[in-house]
């Protein structure tokens, strides 16, 4: 089962805290209304961190709070050390925004994380948030806001462009993971599949694929195993990009048609899953679910009424 | 990192893989000395269907090498130019074969695959019934060598054999170089049961390289085979040109939104230079990275106006504009209308700080679009 939907008691860690990161975005978070109990580091002095407890070892952290999710804003080749750490003082929810963390190292937290019954989201991941809750990691307040839209994403900034425009709709969020660009990573697409079909706010569910790997291929086959009851919306990144280079992800490598934009746009309309070709379609699809969600009909398409902030010269 | 067959090969020999002997030429640098002929002229691109784009020749001659070369230069190989070709000794006589590892993430292991025919795509092996037998392995090398020798057990002896032992030398190899995939396609077996790798097709993992010596020195030696990932370890972006002829040059940050903003444009008709993921998270006050970027971005010959589009979670974008002014100002060979599309913590800032400087700020991408459109018109018109 997935340890995701956190809420405004849920006692989190933060891993690495006295580090610029940590100390940045747990004020953030502590912000926006996570109940962050503890830090840990193992290498300061410091006895707290703006009022948070600094601990040396995660398992002191967790004997002392009760901490069951733990975000790690450690070096990317300490990772794998960092979520050991974790795993073994029993959390059960680990995040990591951590870019760069090597792939053999990322192959070996997921066994150990799977393993051992613990839901990872990450590497290289802004994080996620129960919106009007609590959130783990630094998406941006800007695109947060409560509703019936589960999100899922590889890409962070992607998925701030499309939940910021959601949002200006009046269309929110009820669970967002940033999955992350990684090719190996602790929670993949197919992953979410269950919990979001059994998770009663979800009333849709957006992924936010881009080319490379398999996840998006993945996914489609979970829904249609699972017999998804929900409808499914899709914005996949990449389609123009050249065969056999990285784009900035290090999952975003197209190689044959192995990653291809046409393979997984495929995959996922045989899934009964829309895909959308650009962010206004994308918004104006969604619109008009949510409208007849509501029980009401929009008479002009969303991209019409759409708000430029000045009009064309 | 995909790297090109010659580099893979080179690390692979490093590791006593068995090689038919060969060497890298340029079209334009004198021939390096050859093994015995004849001889496979094959382009080093990292991309597949290279055979049917022209771009793998025999030759058995040296004037023919020459040939092979000149013609092979010419080519695009899936929109990629040809820099470099591989020279290598002919095998004749050898039966194919293939043999691949890949991490296989779903799985969290890692997938072998194996078949006593190669030299073709592995998407037609996969759809030919019973060829391809593949498993998937715990990430450890002796389990994959065991795996091999289960999967090749039915085989004839010579093949059996062969594929056993190369097997166990490619397990070693994937993970010494922390591999996400190993290809040996084909896989040469001769009548001895000595084995050849007559092609590798390795991807290496670009956030290993602070433990892996050999791939980064290969990077630095290589840095022009590899702009990418070269920027990336010394510049800590990612910008890749998407277009030599484009004419928008894109200043963003995020690969994400930037890949699907360079989709929308293209989309739309136009034309973007550059892929950008600049990491404004990155910065640190320091305007080093967006000066290194518009240098590059002023290379591109038909550039004719910038985007700048940053959405910031947590980014001051007073600071970010500051930086971006600075930088703007340290490449003054860059002399284009700028569009600049800003969402974030300190916007007003931005929008004086830019404004000042004639740089229009929106907050909506849809209308920074149309303001790049009408830059573009207007330049076209003049």
């Known amino acids: 089962m997935m340890h995701l939907r956190v809420d405004r008691a849920t006692p989190v860690l933060v891993q690495g805290i006295t580090g610029r990161a940590g100390r940045q975005h747990s004020r953030l978070m502590r912000q926006y209304g996570t109940r962050i109990v503890a830090g840990v580091s193992p290498i300061t002095e410091m006895r707290d961190v703006d009022g948070v407890p600094v601990f040396a070892a995660c398992g002191d952290a967790v004997a002392a709070t009760g901490a069951t999710a733990s975000v790690l804003f450690v070096g990317a080749m300490q990772l794998l050390a960092a979520i050991r750490e974790a795993v073994e003082a029993g959390i059960k929810l680990i995040i990591t925004p951590t870019e760069g963390m090597p792939v053999h190292d990322a192959l070996s937290a997921l066994r150990l994380t799977r393993a051992a019954g613990v839901t990872w989201v990450g590497a290289s991941t802004p994080g996620m948030a129960v919106p009007g809750a609590a959130k783990l990691g630094f998406l941006p307040d800007s695109a947060l806001m409560p509703g019936p839209v589960g999100i899922a994403s590889k890409s962070g900034t992607l998925s701030y462009e499309a939940g910021y425009r959601l949002a200006q709709q009046g269309i929110g969020q009820s669970v967002w993971v940033g999955v992350g660009g990684d090719p190996v990573k602790g929670t993949r697409f197919a992953d979410l599949v269950s919990f979001y079909a059994a998770d009663a706010p979800t009333r849709s569910v957006l992924i936010i ?105 | 990192m995909y790297l090109l067959e010659h580099d893979a090969k080179e690390l692979l020999a490093a590791r006593d893989i068995p090689l038919p002997a060969g060497m890298l030429a340029a079209a334009d640098t004198p021939l390096p000395a050859l093994p015995p002929g004849p001889w496979v002229v094959k382009a080093q691109v990292t991309a597949g269907g290279r055979g049917k784009a022209g771009g793998i020749r025999k030759a058995a001659t040296i004037e023919a090498v020459r040939a092979a070369i000149s013609d092979i230069a010419r080519l695009h190989i899936r929109g990629r130019p040809v820099h470099e070709c591989r020279i290598e000794q002919q095998i004749t006589g050898a039966h194919e074969a293939y043999l691949g590892l890949m991490l296989d993430p779903a799985a969290a292991g890692v997938r072998v695959l194996l078949a006593p025919r190669g030299g073709m795509e592995i998407e037609a092996m996969a759809a030919e019934p019973g060829l391809l037998h593949t498993a998937v392995c715990d990430p450890d090398q002796s389990v994959l060598a065991a795996s091999a020798v289960e999967l090749a057990r039915d085989l004839a002896p010579p093949l059996r054999g062969a594929l056993t032992a190369a097997g166990s030398a490619l397990a070693a190899a994937f993970f010494a170089y922390e591999c996400s995939l190993l290809e040996i396609n084909p896989l040469f077996v001769m009548r001895d049961g000595s084995w050849l790798a ?121 600071e970010f504009s500051r930086l971006l002014l600075a930088a703007f100002q340290a490449v003054p060979q860059l002399r284009v209308p700028v569009v600049a599309r800003l969402i974030g913590n300190a916007i007003e800032v931005a929008r004086t700080v830019l404004g000042d400087a004639g740089i229009d700020v929106v907050t909506e991408l849809g209308a920074a679009v149309t303001r790049v459109r009408s830059h573009l018109a207007a330049k076209s018109g003049a």
């Not at chain 1, 996914?219 to 919306?233: E, G, N, S, Y």
């Not at chain 1, 990449?238 to 291809?260: I, N």
């Not at chain 2, 277009?243 to 939104?257: N, V």
């Not at chain 2, 989309?267 to 990491?279: E, H, M, Q, S, T």
Request: glycine fraction near 12%; charge should be negative; include cysteine.
């Open chain 1, 209 to 313: 694929g881009e080319i490379g790997g398999s996840e998006e291929e993945e996914f489609a086959q979970a829904l249609i195993a699972l017999r998804f009851p929900k409808p499914v919306f899709a914005l996949i990144a990449g389609r123009s990009s050249p065969e056999g280079v990285t784009m900035g992800h290090a999952g975003a490598l197209v190689h044959g048609r192995h990653g291809s934009y046409d393979a997984k746009k495929e995959a996922l309309e045989a899934a009964g899953a829309k895909v959308f070709g650009t962010l206004d379609e994308m918004v104006a699809g969604i619109r008009a679910w949510h409208a007849r969600l509501q029980g009401v009909t929009i008479s002009k398409p969303a991209w019409a009424a759409d708000t430029a902030d000045d009009p064309p010269t």
């Open chain 2, 198 to 318: 007559g092609d590798a097709k390795m991807i290496t993992d670009d956030n290993a390289l602070p433990r892996q010596q050999a791939v980064a020195n290969l990077l630095e030696r290589r840095a022009r085979a590899y702009p990418e990932a070269h920027l990336k370890l010394h510049y800590g972006c990612d910008y890749v040109v998407v277009d030599p002829e484009g004419e928008i040059g894109l200043l963003t940050t995020g690969a994400g939104l930037s890949m699907m903003l360079i989709d929308e444009l293209r989309g739309a008709g136009l034309r973007p230079y550059n892929f950008l993921d600049v990491r404004t998270g990155g910065l640190r006050g320091d305007p080093a990275r967006l000066i290194h970027v518009l240098n590059w971005i002023a290379q591109g010959p038909r550039v004719k106006v910038i985007l700048v589009n940053v959405f910031a979670g947590i980014t001051d974008l007073g």
